[in-house]
């Protein structure tokens, strides 16, 4: 897994798309950083993302964003490695 976070913009119909639905679960699963606002916020109810967890940033204003690229400098959230009832 190349990539050092995911950030899910709106996209009503991203949610929609099994392929989104499971990079986003892998990106979580390989305890990367995670950041939704909009319609983004919304695609994490279809996947296995704890919106609670560490490392995951969901909602807006301008401490999400400072939040998120925090949690980016941070690399990996270890505490959610064992995950494994997540498919991806």
Known sequence: VVYDAVYIAGGKGLADQAEAVHFVNEAYKHCKAIAASGGGAAMLAKTY?????????????????RDF????????????????????
């Open 49 to 65: 993302v704890d919106s609670e967890a560490e490392g995951v940033v969901a909602g807006s204003g301008k401490n999400t964003e």
């Open 69 to 88: 690229v925090n949690a980016i400098a941070q690399h990996r959230f270890w505490s959610r490695e064992e995950k494994a009832k997540i498919p991806a």
